[in-house]
């Protein structure tokens, strides 16, 4: 089990190094001030630096107070309400019909905006242009709760997941209620099409929803996600509610993880933690979707080379493997994504910084993650 001080140390700022730091880092700017077509919104997204031609995020900011009343939240949290945001982007072509939403959540200590540049290069953004959904990129609390330490980048947050102690469902999981809620005042949503999906501290959040918000999830997709999973000691916090076993999963893993390591144990970067393991989250995962069978195995091509940090791994290139298991009765799947010698990293045609390798690792440039998430996301809507 994790002390306080190995928990803070996990779900502090080494879990956002991959989430903000893609290109060299530099201080946020706030964007001028504009009118906006949600009228939710009342700020501009903050503008961060990036290479030459980066497309920063289209979206808009929402902001509103949530306020808590279980004990045990007071208790981790320190106080009874903060000042919540959450970055939504709406295609200026968005169908009539209901839409689906996309939830992105970034890592420990970063802020919405680093969801939608750094990890995932607005290619959600460019899908929803396509397709006709809706991306909204999360936001943590303001501070990390039982340990008081402040985000070092602006707007920054803390996802707390199975972690916080809380009696129902963790207050992360009604603030994205909350969102769903005030987005469906404005425009109309399909609800049998809500899915989740982000890196790190935010892949764990997209866990915490299967497992306390089924009914509200269709399907997540994790990316070296904080392993939290329906059973054991890696439950934490979590109340599983019924229906959490009809909630598709997609989740990658990583080889060369130095923060979420792939094997049971401690990781490079944590060594006082111990992990259950990626192999071993994935057969939890299995065994509570009730999925059995071998599955389809397929690999990407290596279309990049050299995408591996081979001072830490050996290896010069990084492939991933797709493992896709039989489909369950209630049309529930599990894919599993092994991304060999990748670091931890969002997939996607852009390198991490050279100067974060010695920290992270790189990011396997063979497939945008974006593209294979919503992929499978298509391929599920809640049924009544």
Not at 262 to 279: D, N, T, V
Request: glycine share 10%; aromatic share 10%.
């Amino acid at each position: 089990m994790f002390t306080v001080s190995e928990r803070t140390r996990v779900s502090g700022a080494a879990l956002c190094l991959a989430g903000c730091l893609v290109g060299k880092p530099q201080p946020p700017t706030a964007a001028a001030k504009t009118s906006f077509r949600i009228g939710l919104c009342s700020e501009a997204p903050l503008r961060l630096e990036a290479r030459p031609g980066a497309s920063q995020t289209r979206g808009c900011v929402v902001t509103f107070t949530q306020r808590w009343s279980d004990p045990a939240t007071i208790e981790w949290a320190k106080t009874t309400q903060a000042e919540r945001r959450y970055l939504v982007y709406v295609p200026t072509n968005l169908p009539s019909r209901p839409a689906p939403i996309v939830f992105v959540f970034p890592g420990a200590t970063c802020n919405a905006e680093a969801a939608a540049l750094y990890n995932t290069h607005t290619r959600f953004e460019a899908l929803a242009d396509r397709d006709g959904f809706i991306v909204v990129y999360g936001n943590g609390l303001p501070t990390a709760g039982h340990s008081g330490n402040e985000p070092p980048m602006r707007k920054g947050g803390f996802l707390a997941g199975c972690w916080a102690e809380h009696t129902g469902e963790g207050v992360d999981v009604t603030y994205v209620r909350l969102i769903v809620d005030q987005l469906a005042t404005e425009l109309k949503i399909d609800r049998a099409r809500i899915y989740a999906t982000g890196i790190s501290q935010g892949g764990g959040m997209a866990f915490q929803l299967a497992l306390e918000a089924p009914d509200l999830v269709a399907a997540i997709a994790p990316v070296a996600g904080v392993p939290f999973a329906p059973s054991g000691e890696w439950l934490r916090s979590c109340h599983p509610n019924p229906g959490y076993e009809r909630v598709s999963v997609a989740m990658l893993a990583a080889t060369a993880d130095p923060f979420i390591p792939y094997a049971p144990g401690s990781s490079l970067k944590i060594p006082e933690a111990r992990f259950p393991g990626m192999e071993e989250t994935r057969n939890a995962w299995l065994s509570a979707l009730n999925l059995t069978g071998p599955p389809a195995v397929d690999g990407f091509p290596d279309n990049v080379k050299g995408d591996s940090y081979e001072r830490q791994t050996g290896l010069t290139s990084s492939t991933i493997e797709r493992q896709r298991y039989p489909v369950g009765r209630d049309g529930q799947e599990l894919w599993y994504y092994k991304a060999e010698g990748m670091g931890h990293a969002w997939p996607n045609p852009e390198q991490v910084w050279s100067g974060m390798w010695e920290t992270l690792g790189k990011t396997n440039q063979d497939i945008d993650f974006a593209d294979q998430a919503w992929e499978f996301f298509q391929r599920h809507a809640k049924r009544k």
